[in-house]
């Protein structure tokens, strides 16, 4: 298991209720909502003290006086606290759901804000099916909590204390006995909380697996069908969902436990209560109706001290939610601004170097890039050939810091790129990746992403370069809805628009991650001829694994064992460098294989 | 209104984009996802029969308590009055003895009912998973995948919260407020008949939050779902999400579809926030009624004081319960708006389905044949008619511009679609008549789209055969020539590919779908430009497996680079869904028509 959610996590960031403080910047908003929630509960719950403080007044007063008419003012008392429970039952939930639904939506915003700009890097290690049940299933536990548990355990203990109080004043003795039970029991309940807190991070983080495996199966679903493997990835499948079972068969044996002790307590102290209150009524120290008054206070207390119980496994599975929305939050934004950088005048085209730019994966010891020297001249087109594996991609990945160097620095005329502010650059610098990344959006905004300004002119003239005008016969022209969730298109296609898309108004740094791949041979002629007006204005850095593409630029750069084996002309290292023919020539082939 | 016609519309997930449902498919959808409730809890019918048992007797042995005290107070105390301790000894015996039986049952309830509801979330699971595995690509082309996540996860898990807090809430509920009810008429019928006096009341209130409740809660799910498809399109792309800083841009979408989602559940808790408070209101006012009406019996004489309390008791443990059922409610409503949509997925048929008298292939030799099989998606016709024969162990490779049908019918012959006219015909036997296992047995197909799972490369390896050895499945891999870059990787073989296999590079990923398909052995291979991010010293230790592969086997290869198509048995070119040029490389490249022109291009652009 790699998945760092998987990971043990230091000992003291488990089982403690004060992961929930984080919450409170979040909360801090809507403290006015919070404060009408709990003040709505907690007065709603003393409104409901008021009937049998009143049964008790009534059995004293009128039935023991025979005295009608007092009846009417106590009964007239008992209507309106029923009516003010009820208003104000209404004004809590009405309170807390403007509280706990805006406190739901902002976290899930500043989750999904933060976890955008993490490095490309975090999103290599991170299985997105942890962060997509961390921002939904996650999110929605602090909520409920926020919204019902975090009320219901604080109103719930002030009314514990509250009425433990008036028990003590009414008749001390048994009220100290009542007080004294509450001693083990906090002592028990403490140890199993701490257990449920463990196996509620286990099914959530199972939770989080299971999630992956969903995404993975829709999202593979042409590979699993056409290799016919349902049966295996359902086994994967049922074998995590089995495991959460499990899990959650062990909390919610725990919570049982838990449950069943807060249940009992209440019932062992009325059996004590009543002993108490017979013998005290025997004594002379206690009437009978005082008696009573002091048990109908003490059934108040009944449900609660039960729900005390579940209130306190739910804060602890909310904790361990917020663990793990904390684990996003804390994560470092290691590709941002440094502090103070200003925009730079930069040329344009402007100058690109690497100065001895080296680059090592997190985690791992033998570093991918090492030690790279490269300079392109403003205006000038670099091909970059290298075997499969050899870095070419990590290598394009550095100009717009998708990745930060780990040794050495990227310049752009003269100025570290980590100098300029991360906008800057990444406007300065337009690429195309390997896969063909499109939106659910319409054409014309995925061709505009990193350019919405850009004019209608711009546009045609990338469709134009990237021989995609194919869009203007889609249904709705350049108002088509493309992506997942639109019209899909050819893997030709797709590139094609990925590639108008990085020369859309014509950038000063240019990085195409091999970007004729998927075409045909005759639109690949096509887009070269028009690329190649391009390339003169603008600074490339060209991945090329075909002739054909490697002669759109000035100069090759050979990549090998993370370093820049050779630079210079592609006839010249194709006369020269044996390593480079080798990657390059198609021709030999075949005769030197032995079949 | 529910003729089959009508009904038709409705079926599967037809209703999902509808804003506004009529009443009559309102009732269908709620029907529907009665019924697959129903289903799931059929086989734990015994198991909740013994539930309701154990927590009638738990109720009984918790409604014990209040009675017990009372009778302590009207009995036990007057008794000691007088010197008899007997009586409270009796009375707090039993006390003890009924919290310790509540308690024991109320363990066993709890585990029990949990086991009950994780067995159903478990058989809800595997039955939407493997359903939804089953539906054909179309489905999956125009559901996306981010909806069919967000059906797989966050509707399950909405049916979790029902059963995680409604099971034992609403049957110790229900049995609380039935069993009181007894009680109170039993104890003292003109009190209990004033009790029952709200119940009109309570339906009422009832009926109106069911009414509104249901759209309120169908919404939810629909405003959840499209959170998850944003979230899941940003996180697949982030690249280039940010080399083209489109962060900002995200957030806003992401706060709108978060607020509306906020909205939605903000209408639906509104709901909850009348309706609940609405049922103490009612239990208050009778409460208010039966006491005075009590006092006033009570000063007649009429009643003892130790009947009015214990009766004042019970009432407050019959009302508060109700909430707790008005709660159970509205989390019912919750979960049958997310089985509405799952029961939806569910009656989508899967129409690439396997066949009810299947033909037997055990060795398949690899001869393909197409008698005027045509298809088009929705608004065009990509085949209008294709006629073919492909006997065993040939190699055929497609070639023609993009569109011109090549890829449809490369996914024809691999069965991701049926034809809409005409037979694809495998050694004779029609596609549709072939067990999904004999098929995938006889038949893979590799794509431009390499998706990796998470886990190792040997893992990603013997998805082709699994149970494969390692030797096996280094012996994939060096055949393919992907064994040297994955032995200069830190843990070789052992190297967790990470998310979609982003750690390696496109090439990478492609050489190890070979391996994958390599493994995996097949009588036809179908490549639809599976060798488009190789290099070309790659491409070429591809070729060169491929010669000694595809030696016995027939194959079906989409390849740009024409180098893939010399070594050909024979080259198909297409146009516009028909093919119009057939015949051995050699022949075509000599001759005068599209295909040498093509070669003549392709040749010019190695240099």
Same mark, same amino acid.
């Given at each position: ?10 000992? !003291?960031? &488990?089982?403690? %209720?004060? +992961?929930? =403080?984080?919450?409170? #910047?979040? /909360?801090?908003?809507? @403290? ?73 939506? !902002?976290? &899930?915003?500043? %989750?999904? +804000?933060? =976890?955008?700009?993490? #490095?490309? /890097?975090?999103?290599? @290690? ?470 | ?607």
């Amino acid at each position: 298991m790699n998945d760092p959610a998987s990971q043990p996590l230091p000992a !003291d960031g &488990r089982g403690r %209720l004060s +992961a929930l =403080l984080r919450l409170w #910047p979040f /909360a801090r908003p809507y @403290r006015g909502m919070i404060a009408l929630t709990f003040g709505g509960a907690l007065l709603a719950t003393l409104a409901q003290l008021a009937v049998p403080l009143i049964t008790a007044a009534i059995v004293d007063g009128p039935i023991a006086a025979h005295d009608r008419a007092g009846l009417i003012p106590l009964i007239g008392l008992a209507l309106v606290f029923g009516i003010a429970e009820a208003a104000l039952f209404f004004l809590r939930r009405w309170a807390m759901n403007k509280s706990c639904l805006q406190i739901e939506r !902002d976290l &899930r915003d500043t %989750l999904y +804000a933060r =976890l955008q700009r993490l #490095p490309v /890097a975090f999103h290599d @290690r991170w299985a997105s099916g942890q962060l997509l049940s961390r921002a939904t299933t996650d999110v929605s536990t602090v909520r409920r909590f926020v919204g019902f548990g975090a009320v219901f355990l604080a109103v719930n203990l002030v009314t514990c204390v509250v009425v433990l109080a008036l028990l003590l004043v009414r008749y001390w003795p048994l009220g100290l006995a009542v007080l004294l039970t509450t001693v083990p029991l906090s002592g028990l309940a403490l140890r199993w909380e701490r257990r449920y807190n463990v196996q509620a991070r286990s099914v959530q983080d199972q939770q989080g697996e299971l999630t992956t495996d969903v995404e993975e199966a829709v999202q593979g679903i042409r590979v699993v069908k056409s290799l016919g493997r349902s049966g295996l990835v359902f086994d994967r499948y049922d074998a995590k969902a089995t495991r959460l079972r499990t899990l959650q068969l062990k909390k919610v044996r725990t919570l049982a436990l838990l449950w069943c002790v807060f249940e009992l307590h209440p019932q062992l102290t009325l059996a004590m209560i009543l002993v108490g209150g017979a013998v005290a009524v025997h004594a002379g120290a206690l009437t009978v109706g005082g008696l009573v008054g002091f048990v109908a206070l003490f059934t108040v207390l009944l449900w609660p001290i039960l729900s005390l119980g579940f209130l306190f496994a739910f804060a602890q599975e909310a904790a361990s939610a917020c663990d793990r929305i904390g684990e996003l939050l804390d994560a470092p934004i290691t590709v941002t601004d440094r502090p103070g950088v200003r925009p730079a005048s930069l040329g344009s085209p402007a100058r690109l170097r690497f100065e001895g730019a080296g680059f090592t994966y997190p985690g791992s010891t033998s570093p991918v890039l090492d030690g790279i020297d490269l300079e392109i001249a403003p205006g000038e087109t670099v091909a970059l050939v290298g075997a499969t594996g050899s870095g070419k991609t990590t290598l394009t990945a550095l100009v717009g810091r998708l990745y930060d160097v780990t040794a050495g620095r990227v310049t752009l005329d003269g100025v570290d790129i980590r100098d300029l502010p991360l906008t800057q650059l990444r406007s300065v610098v337009a690429a195309a990746f390997e896969d063909a990344t499109l939106f659910s959006m319409s054409v014309r905004e995925n061709l505009t992403l990193g350019r919405p300004d850009a004019s209608e002119a711009d546009v045609e003239e990338a469709l134009r370069v990237a021989q995609a005008e194919f869009v203007h016969d889609l249904p709705w022209g350049l108002a088509t809805r493309i992506g997942e969730q639109g019209l899909s298109l050819s893997g030709g296609q797709r590139q094609r628009l990925a590639l108008a898309r990085a020369v859309l108004g014509r950038p000063s740094v240019l990085v195409l991650d091999d970007p004729l791949s998927a075409l045909d041979v005759h639109t690949e002629k096509l887009v070269e001829r028009a690329l190649r007006e391009v390339l003169a204005g603008t600074t490339a850095l060209v991945v090329a694994h075909r002739p054909s593409t490697v002669l759109l630029a000035d100069r090759v750069a050979l990549l090998a064992g993370g370093r820049i084996a050779a630079v210079g002309r592609h006839t010249d290292l194709l006369a020269d460098v044996p390593a480079y023919r080798n990657l390059l020539a198609q021709d030999s082939e075949l005769a030197e294989v032995p079949s | 209104m529910s003729t089959p016609a009508v009904t038709e519309n409705w079926r599967g997930v037809a209703t999902e984009d509808t804003e506004q449902l009529s009443a009559g498919a309102g009732i269908f959808l709620r029907a529907r996802s009665r019924r697959l409730l129903g289903e799931l809890l059929a086989p734990h019918h015994a198991a909740l029969w013994w539930l309701l048992l154990t927590i009638t007797v738990q109720n009984i042995a918790w409604l014990a308590g209040p009675f017990l005290i009372g009778l302590g107070i009207d009995v036990a105390v007057p008794a000691l009055m007088r010197g008899d301790a007997g009586p409270l000894v009796w009375i707090t015996a039993a006390m003890l003895g009924a919290a310790a039986l509540d308690t024991v049952l109320r363990y066993v309830f709890l585990t029990w009912s949990g086991r009950v509801g994780q067995a159903v979330l478990l058989t809800l699971r595997r039955r939407v998973f493997q359903h939804v595995q089953r539906l054909p690509l179309a489905f999956h082309e125009r559901y996306t995948s981010g909806k069919t996540i967000s059906r797989l996860t966050s509707d399950v898990e909405a049916l979790a919260e029902l059963l995680d807090e409604g099971l034992d809430n609403l049957v110790s509920a229900v049995f609380s407020v039935l069993t009181i009810g007894v009680v109170l008429l039993v104890l003292d019928p003109p009190l209990g008949l004033i009790a029952l006096l709200g119940f009109p009341a309570l339906l009422w209130v009832a009926r109106w939050f069911q009414r509104h409740s249901t759209a309120a809660y169908r919404r939810t799910r629909e405003s959840v779902a499209a959170l998850i498809v944003q979230f899941t399109e940003t996180f697949g792309g982030i690249r280039a999400v940010q080399a083209f800083r489109r962060e900002p841009r995200n957030d806003e979408l992401h706060a709108v579809l978060n607020e509306d989602n906020r909205r939605a559940h903000d209408r639906a808790f509104w709901l909850i926030a009348v309706f609940v408070p609405a049922v103490t209101l009612i239990g208050n006012l009778v409460t208010v009624a039966v006491l005075g009406v009590g006092a006033l019996r009570v000063l007649d004489g009429g009643l003892a004081v130790g009947t009015l309390v214990s009766f004042l008791l019970y009432l407050r443990r019959f009302y508060d319960p109700l909430q707790e059922v008005a709660m159970f409610y509205s989390s019912y409503q919750s979960a049958t708006a997310a089985l509405e949509k799952l029961s939806g997925v569910l009656e989508e048929e899967p129409t690439v389905a396997e066949p009810t008298a299947p033909v037997a292939l055990p060795e398949p030799r690899g001869e393909l044949a197409y008698d005027g099989v045509r298809f088009g998606y929705t608004d065009r016709t990509v085949l209008p008619g294709l006629d073919l024969r492909i006997p065993a162990g040939q190699t055929v490779a497609l070639v023609g511009a993009t569109g011109a049908g090549k890829s449809t019918l490369a996914r024809l012959t691999a069965r991701f679609y049926d034809p809409t006219a005409g037979e694809i015909r495998l050694d004779g036997v029609p596609l549709d008549r072939l067990t999904d296992a004999d098929l995938r047995h006889a038949m893979v197909m590799v794509t431009q789209e390499s998706f990796l799972f998470s886990g190792t490369i040997a893992d990603n390896i013997s998805f082709g055969r699994p149970g494969a050895s390692r030797d096996e499945i280094e012996g994939a891999a060096r055949a393919i020539g992907a064994h040297p870059f994955i032995e200069a990787l830190p843990e070789g073989y052992d190297t967790d590919v990470r998310r979609r296999g982003g750690r390696l590079s496109a090439g990478q990923r492609q050489l190890v779908s070979f391996a994958r398909a390599f493994l995996a052995d097949p009588a036809v291979l179908i490549l639809d430009e599976a060798t488009s991010s190789l290099d070309v010293p790659s491409e070429r230790l591809v070729q060169r497996a491929l010669r000694t592969l595809l030696a016995d086997r027939t194959a079906l290869i989409i390849a740009h680079r024409l180098s893939t198509v010399e070594f050909a048995d024979r080259v198909l070119v297409m146009e516009d869904g028909r093919i119009v040029e057939d015949g051995s490389p050699e022949d075509l490249v000599g001759g005068t028509g599209r295909f040498a022109g093509l070669h003549r291009a392709w040749a010019d652009s190695l240099v």
